[in-house]
């Protein structure tokens, strides 16, 4: 069975600095493609960063030179270094494993990240 687990959200002043972390069990971490999604209220839930199975990485224009996505494999975890935080940050940020063949996907349970301005 396949798990997600988030930690490292919180709150923070607007320019400050969160790491999240997600450790995966139930997969061949290495072969599969790693992304953070978010959501904000009200909003769609959008693709933050992605991490492929290569290390290349991927982002949204809105975070790129502040967010660094990165991954373990032998510790089956994925990391996003959020820095110069903004309120527009505010939201519930999920890890996310991309289908692989005729592997679903699979997502994390989510965690609170509050930029206060």
């Known amino acids: 069975q396949v798990q997600l687990v988030e930690s490292g959200g919180g709150l923070v002043q607007a320019g400050g600095s969160l790491r999240l972390s997600c450790a995966a069990a139930g997969i061949i971490f290495s072969r599969v493609d790693m992304g953070w999604y978010r959501q904000a209220p009200g909003k769609q839930r959008e693709l933050v960063a992605r991490?492929?199975?290569?290390?290349?990485?991927s982002y949204a224009d809105s975070v790129k030179g502040r967010f660094t996505i990165s991954r373990d494999n032998p510790k089956k975890t994925v990391l996003m270094q959020m820095n110069s935080l903004k309120p527009e940050d505010t939201a519930v940020y999920y890890c996310?494993?991309?289908?692989?063949?005729?592997?679903?996907?699979?997502w994390g349970q989510g965690t609170q990240v509050t930029v206060s301005s």
């Open positions: 996310y494993i991309f289908p692989r063949g005729t592997d679903g996907d699979y």
């Open positions: 991490i492929f199975t290569s290390g290349v990485t």
